[in-house]
């Protein structure tokens, strides 16, 4: 068995999330399918035992285990990339990436309850969810506005990090609950830089846009 273990559930945004992040760093890992819906095995009791909130993703590493989609992200970086670039190492950079996963595990939970309903009919008010999804998309989109008139491709540095890796899938999946992607038109070219990384995985429902990703500016 491979040392990194996933426990996954295909359709979750957050587990696609560290998917993305596996496949980036070009690391071998194993997928455990779980079957959040309509099986709820997530809420049995040796996924408990991982994880008590009950939520995917889950990561075995050796003998740690991990959960929560961003302290997955950043052990992956830290454990995993020895370039640093995925996580920087300290200053600035360091910081613009905690603050990025941070809105993404704080302000975008409202997308992921959004696509839940569209998908699986979970309880909450379709046109609040919409609304409310729009402004944290909108949030994104006027921020790398101002970084491409920075000449800045990228959400926290001159490069990919994982904070790109956290915030992508909310935006390129959002048509699965009514977003119109020609109206965050930064996010657009956003999203086209990230699949033009090497080994990036994609999954159903990820928006795919014609021609090359652009330069800012």
């Not at 899938?169 to 020609?182: K, N, Q, V, Y």
């Not at 990230?194 to 999954?203: D, G, H, Y």
Request: hydrophobic residues 45%.
């Amino acid at each position: 068995m491979s040392a990194l273990v996933l426990y996954n559930y295909e359709l979750d945004e957050n587990c696609y999330k560290v998917r993305l992040a596996l496949s980036l760093l070009g690391l071998n890992w194993q997928a455990v399918a779980v079957d959040v819906f309509p099986g709820k095995e997530h809420l049995n009791p040796p996924y408990l035992a991982m994880n008590p909130a009950g939520r995917l993703p889950i990561l075995r590493d050796g003998d740690l285990v991990l959960h929560g989609t961003e302290a997955i992200l950043a052990h992956l970086a830290r454990t995993h990339d020895a370039s640093g670039q995925w996580l920087p190492p300290e200053g600035a950079g360091f910081a613009m990436v905690m603050q990025w996963l941070n809105f993404s595990a704080r302000d975008l939970g409202i997308t992921i309850e959004a696509r839940q309903h569209s998908l699986f009919d979970t309880p909450g008010d379709e046109a609040a969810l919409r609304s409310a999804s729009s402004k944290a998309i909108r949030i994104m989109d006027d921020h790398m506005t101002a970084r491409g008139f920075a000449r800045a491709d990228w959400f926290a540095a001159d490069h990919a990090t994982i904070a790109d890796i956290a915030l992508f899938p909310a935006f390129a999946l959002s048509r699965d609950f009514g977003i119109d992607h020609d109206e965050y038109p930064a996010l657009r070219r956003g999203g086209r830089r990230v699949r033009a990384l090497p080994r990036f995985n994609t999954k159903p429902g990820v928006a795919a846009y014609q021609g090359r990703a652009p330069k800012s500016g």
